[in-house]
Structures are given as C-alpha cells and as structure tokens.
C-alpha cells in the first residue's frame, strides 16, 4: 500500500521560506511522477509542481520562480523548497504521486494527509 507522508509545514511571515519533505513507502521502484498540489479554504484545487523520475519538472504560473520541486529517487522522498512565500501561498499542502502521465491537470492516483502552511503579511 502505498503511503505519502508529508513534513515540514508551519507558520511563516511573507518573504520567508519553508522546505516541505514528502517520504514515500509501500512500493517498489521510483514512482514516475511526485508533486504537490494546495488548497485554500473557498479556493478550487491548485497544482503547484510536479517532477518525474527523470527530472522533468512542471510549476504551476503562481510559483514559479519561487518554488522548486527535487526528489531524492533513492530515498523515494520529494522536496519543496518555499521561498519568498506570500500570504496568497497560505493554503493545506498535499503531497501526490502517480505513475503514469504526469502534469498539473492530472488526477493522481495517492494523496498524502497534508501539510498547512501559513503565511502572514
């Protein structure tokens, strides 16, 4: 059974940074496709970034340049760097893998529990 466990939210003043860990157990092999998606309170689903076992990396418009995905294949844990974070960032942060296509409009096939990250002005 595949498990996503998330770490590393928190509370944190704009501008700053926050790095969120994904740990992924229950399978064998590298899951071809990690990332994480966020949802705020009254706000739709948002993909954030997503990566492949190869390095292929996806960002969703509202991070970019701000956020970077990693993935420790080895390790079978994704990362989430956070800087220059914005009250707008604030929202529950899940971690999602999926072993076929992979992209921000995908529907992946695990979920982790999530992560709050908050952002204060």
């Known amino acids: 059974q595949v498990q996503l466990v998330e770490s590393g939210g928190g509370s944190v003043q704009a501008g700053g940074s926050l790095r969120l860990s994904c740990a992924a157990s229950?399978?064998?092999?590298?899951?071809?496709?990690m990332g994480w998606f966020r949802q705020a309170p009254g706000r739709d689903r948002e993909g954030v970034a997503f990566?492949?076992?190869?390095?292929?990396?996806h960002y969703g418009n509202s991070v970019k340049g701000r956020f970077t995905i990693s993935r420790d294949n080895a390790k079978n844990t994704l990362y989430l760097q956070m800087n220059t974070l914005k009250p707008e960032d604030t929202a529950m942060y899940y971690c999602?893998?999926?072993?076929?296509?992979?992209?921000?409009?995908?529907?992946?096939?695990?979920w982790g529990q999530g992560t709050q990250v908050d952002v204060s002005s």
């Open positions: 229950g399978y064998t092999g590298s899951m071809f496709c």
């Open positions: 990566a492949t076992t190869g390095g292929t990396t």
């Open positions: 999602a893998a999926h072993e076929g296509v992979c992209g921000l409009g995908i529907t992946p096939t695990y």
